[in-house]
């Protein structure tokens, strides 16, 4: 017991309900949540945590729609702090499909001990600095108030459902779901007339499935997506064998990649304009038989130079050409953006569903959904009538879920204020004027631009060692220089500015959401964050401000 809080006179009453007072509360029992947790208790620490869900898993509790998989390979999207877990646990497939990945969580969550750490079925509305104290109060919707040294959201990058703003959306008399807060029950559409809106990641995952279940799929798209086929299959098991031999091995050398994944694929170093047409071909034949997002590592400079990333936008192109056989609805399906710019979609069967005679597509580019009825939803005064709607369109991403609890820090700032603007982080772990509360993959950060649990469990283990390091120091409070957020706002911007990221309207600044500030979000390159933060942390953790109890 490390007893950094001195519960001596910390009895706040909140609501009728006497405070408790831990070293840390974590919200989120997702899979930075769940690692945070068990690290702070084997550090000493006492840990509470909330979970609105009524299990561990996080984004792949709440996503449940029917072809959700990961994107990234089984054999790398795994926790790594425990060799015995990684040698004990057998996945199926190259990718792990939704079913596996929770079951997966549970495993971990069992094995480690970690579900007592966590109340369940409990949202925080918001976390109170006292200035005075300087402890946080966390609030819960269920009217409970814990008082905490440090708080860590561990509220997930993809959690806030983003349900467009669209007239006649209480008057539906069918059912509305949206993929991301997918029926734990799950969703029978046989024999129905379905609808689904959004053509991104959780719609071409999920199109496939729903078409070859419903009477008739109508598919609403706004924007054509780039999408290569993941290969997905059975794992490989003699590779499985050969990975799990030297696990370390394979850990470190994923690290060493930009996006932390994808090792064991070629990421060419050349130009598309040093190859001849025959070599570019047979270059991007070759990244697509890869699958998924090893398609961009086809040449160096198709996510930097424009006319770069243009040949491999036709050559997808070509491919969607080649699947689709009715010619309008292809055309409909090509997209003109740059490929990899919003992030690069990964299917099973997706172009090909637009075969079938039960699929329709429905270009709503031009006409936004005007409003849904009692029957369905009407598109340029045309009535197209449902039985289910299914709303595919996406997240409010990365800010959304901290911004719609009431964080107040010094003086009563609150988080909605500060970042008005858009975000602003030192590191995408803390942000000025909120001392001692922590973000796992918050703005700032490599988060959705990397290997989600391996961007976790990196966040996990510097916040620990920060933890640790601080109070051994003899201080209490850790705070982000506003300075050392301002620069790093800057790095995180320039990085993307060198890069095609910008220039289009995607998650990643925030443009899916209206009204959202746009602020590219996540930091560019793994390694690079890695070595910038052990830079930091060799020097004293420079940029962060330490201060003992009592001033
Ligand atoms: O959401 P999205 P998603 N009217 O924002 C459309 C992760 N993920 O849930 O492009 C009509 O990508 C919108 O149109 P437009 C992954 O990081 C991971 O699919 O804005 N349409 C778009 O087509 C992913 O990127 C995995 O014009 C509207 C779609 O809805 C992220 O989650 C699997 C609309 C939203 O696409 C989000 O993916 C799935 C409106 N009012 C997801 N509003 C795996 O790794 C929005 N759209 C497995």
Redesign the pocket.
Known sequence: MLNLVDRSSKTVPLMGQASKTFDAVVVGAGFGGMYMAHLLRSKGFTVRGFERGSGVGG?WFW?RYPG?????ESMEYSYQFSDGLQQDWQWSER?SA?PEILAYAEHVAHRFEILGLFTFNTSVEGADFDDLSRLWTVRTAAGEAVQARYVIMATG??STA?M???AGLDLFDGQLHH??AWPAEGLDVSGLRVAV?????????SIPHIAAQAQHLTV????P?YSIPAQNGPIDTTRVAEIKANYEEYRRRNKNQPAAFGADFPRNGDSVFDATPEERESRFEAHWGYGGFMFMGAFADLGLDPQANAYAAEFVRSKIRATVKDTATAELLCPDTIIGC??L??DTGYFETYNRDNVTLVD??AH??EKLTRSGLVVNKALYEFDAII?????D?MTGSLLKMEIRGEGGLTLKDKWADGPKTYLGLMTAGFPNLFMMTGPGSPS?LANMITGVEQHADYICDLLTWSHKEGFSEIKAEPVAEQTWVEVVNMRSQATLYPRC???YLG??VPGKPRVFMPYLGFPDYVARLQEIRDARYEGFVFAAAGG
Do not use: E, H, M
């Open positions: 984004t996503n959700c998989r990961c994107d990234v990718y939704q990058c993809l983003n467009p703003d669209i993929t991301g809106v959004g053509t991104g990641s959780s719609a071409i995952q609403f798209q706004r924007t997506n919003k992030r979609c990964a709503i580019s936004p959904i709303f595919a369109t996406g997240f991403a959705v309207n995607s998650w443009a899916n």
